[in-house]
């Protein structure tokens, strides 16, 4: 597998996390998502998660198991986060290391094409996930309101550096597949 094909997504989400939808889920055939957590689920700079946050969890929990992996080392604040998700998590993932995703594999009892790795990033979520044969999904950064004007100087990188080694970031605006044709009318 070339680098470039390690670095691309499976599904470019174009929007924060809140935008990914059971029925997206139900439509890829996944039973489980691993979350990263900072600017995906919360904005670095947040200690707590957003009311729409919890709301977008609970209608995911009926379709699929819920992990999350983060980087972060702070056992206080991921654990915190973890807590008011009830969601089982994994903090100092060193992503793109495989290591934790595996375990998380292995507590949902799944096969790595059923689950997801969702993140915002491309050298730590969306290489850690395509590494190890997961379906991965990149999401845009969770903006913190008060500081929606902070650029992403990394993530536009990310992708600049991605481009250069064949990943596409070509984001067809209907996830949906197109309906089968039945042939000339």
Known sequence: MTFGALLQPDLILGDCILALTPETIVQHGLRGLILDVDDTLVPTTTDSVSPELV????????????????????EARIGSIARSLSLPYFIGAAKPSRRKLRQALQEMALPPERVAM????????????NRLGLFTVLVQPMV?????????????????????????FYRDPSPLPPPESSGPV
């Open 55 to 74: 709301k977008w969890v609970e209608a995911m929990r009926p379709e699929v198991q819920l992990w999350l992996a983060s980087n972060n080392l702070s």
């Open 118 to 129: 969702v993140g915002d990033r491309l050298f730590t979520d969306v290489l850690a996930g």
């Open 144 to 168: 913190n309101p008060l500081e929606s004007a902070r650029s992403y100087p990394i993530h536009a990188l990310e992708v600049w550096l991605s481009k250069l080694v064949g990943a596409s």
